[in-house]
């Protein structure tokens, strides 16, 4: 199994919409949480940081469930500038940090 | 601030040959990232520096790849000798050493290797 799994998309939705983006961890020892966003061709930077009573930060909500080992993306009113690939990160002891394999997201007109 | 700095930007060479990269974190960030990004995945970490010392190089290549940070602050990643599947940008990260676990990795632009 792999360290960190999330959903393989693409996910193409119109603008306005709703998504949302799934991510799995399989080190219950992980101590932090991250979306990270990567646009085409370029380097990762990031989003937000994930926390365990969840956080907003204006139309992007990050949700953490240390029980199952589970963190979501919501994305609300999408806009054509979100068309980006998302990448869940985790990181462990030893400040190691391990990417998933992202998940593309293309918002539509 | 400036941010993390690499180079080349890209590098085009020919299978077995040898390539070097070149990696400037921010100033005062004490542990040091390479990844490698093959296309449409995520990156891979290769090796982790702590100031000067290895802290995780479990997913480095040791027969062909190496890397150091003799003083604790610029590093390089080699390849020696290069193979088709090497084609990938490589990364570098840096992250200041807090008490919080949930500071920030600043990423610089990437070296694009392409391996003929």
């Known amino acids: 199994r792999k360290e960190v799994e999330q959903d393989p998309g693409p996910f193409n939705v119109p603008e306005g919409a709703t998504v949302a983006f799934n991510c799995t961890y399989s080190n219950s020892a992980s101590q932090s949480f991250f979306w990270y966003r990567q646009d085409c061709r370029k380097e990762p930077k990031l989003l937000m940081s994930v926390y365990s009573s969840g956080n907003e930060d204006g139309r992007f909500t990050a949700q953490l469930n240390r029980a199952s080992q589970y963190i979501s993306l919501l994305i609300r009113d999408s806009k054509l500038s979100d068309s980006a690939t998302y990448l869940c990160v985790v990181k462990t002891s030893y400040d190691k940090v391990i990417f998933g394999p992202g998940t593309s997201l293309s918002v539509i007109p | 601030e400036a941010g993390v700095a690499q180079s080349p930007r890209y590098k085009i060479i020919e299978k077995r040959q040898s390539v070097a990269f070149w990696c400037n974190p921010i100033s005062g960030h004490a542990t040091l990232y390479w990844y490698q990004q093959i296309l449409g995945q995520g990156p891979k970490l290769l090796i982790q520096f702590q100031n000067n010392g290895v802290v995780d190089d479990s997913q480095l290549p040791k027969d062909r790849f190496s890397a150091e940070r003799l003083k604790g602050v610029d590093s390089t990643l080699k390849i020696q000798p290069a193979k088709l599947e090497d084609s990938a940008v490589y990364l570098c990260?840096?992250?200041?050493?807090?008490?919080?676990?949930?500071?920030?990795?600043?990423f610089g632009p990437g070296t694009r290797l392409t391996v003929l």
């Open positions: 990260a840096s992250r200041m050493k807090r008490k919080s676990s949930y500071n920030e990795q600043f």
